[in-house]
């Protein structure tokens, strides 16, 4: 009797589903028919899971070596120079942002789990209060209490939704979907070893044809501007903006560092009276 009664009631809801589908469909179909376009569904960003510490990481790493390039320009050292200095602060800057994004990372999960170790015992120990919590939260976001009390009630029957509902509402997610540190880490450093790279391919390709270092560093201008458009470009894809309003963004904060790192080397270099 009892399995009839559950047949019946996954019956009915998966009947009552698909009218609901039937009925978005047929509105679709009406708003097509009556060219209605003032609520066009808006651009779905592009997701990649690796997408904070690629643009972090390689922003960092232009903006970086290309102001260090400035500077040794400035200050009229050799090409020797600046590729020296160059992959080496590259190497060592590269190391320190993946150890940092790592370290970062494992905090968040570490976080993660505790809180959800903390939420479990409050669900098998309060769990009249934790549900009030959550049907407050509800009520918040704009849901009637009838239906809050509703749905409060169905996560009850299920321990493990009940908890992870609480961690969503206090802006915490579990700790199988959070980030895998080591590989945040890994991705944080190749990033910055790729793009680090562009501001100094200018003075190991041109080395075969000139040996003029202000040539060199103008096709270090002109590579880091590429190199940063193209990252204005995937953040723009990611985030879903405007691509030349991205691209202008991120080329202003190149050109200011490096900008204000030419002037402090030449202000040493001629000023200050540093001779190398």
């Known amino acids: 009797m009892a399995a009839e009664e559950t047949n019946i009631s996954t019956s009915t809801a998966t009947a009552w589903l698909l009218d ?9 179909s009406e708003s097509f028919d009556n060219g209605a376009t003032g609520s066009s569904r808006p651009k779905e960003p592009w997701k990649t899971e690796y997408a904070k510490s690629i643009l972090y990481a390689g922003l960092d790493a232009i903006v ?17 120079d600046v590729l020296v200095l160059g992959f080496a602060n590259l190497v060592a800057d590269g190391i320190s942002m993946g150890v940092g994004d790592f370290l970062s990372s494992s905090s968040e999960k570490d976080v993660a789990t505790k809180e959800m170790t903390v939420t479990e015992w ?46 969503m509402a206090h802006g915490r997610l579990p700790p199988e979907e959070a980030e895998k540190p080591w590989k945040n880490g890994l991705v944080t450093f190749v ?11 200018s003075f190991i390709v041109l080395i075969p044809f000139t040996n003029n270092d202000l040539v060199k560093f103008a ?15 995937a953040k723009a894809k990611i985030a879903g903006q ?35």
């Not at 970086?64 to 020797?80: E, G, P």
């Not at 990033?191 to 391919?201: E, I, K, M, N």
């Open 20 to 28: 609901e589908v039937n009925d978005i469909e047929e509105d679709r």
């Open 242 to 276: 405007n691509y030349a309003l991205s691209v202008a963004v991120t080329l202003f904060n190149g050109a200011a560092a490096a900008a204000a790192a030419y002037v402090v080397g030449w202000t040493l270099k001629n000023i200050a009276g540093l001779e190398g």
């Open 191 to 201: 990033a910055f070893l790729v793009f680090g790279s562009a501001p100094l391919l």
């Open 122 to 167: 409050d669900v098998t120990n309060h769990g009249g209060l934790e549900k009030m919590e959550l049907l407050q939260k509800y009520q918040a976001l704009g849901m009637d209490v009838d239906d809050a009390a509703t749905v409060v009630s169905i996560f009850a029957k299920y321990k493990d939704i009940l908890v992870q509902e609480k961690m």
């Open 64 to 80: 970086t070596c290309f102001s260090l390039i400035s500077s040794i320009s400035a200050s009229r050292l050799t090409s020797a």
């Open 219 to 233: 096709g270090t201008c002109i590579l880091s501007a590429v190199a940063l458009a193209l990252l204005g470009i």
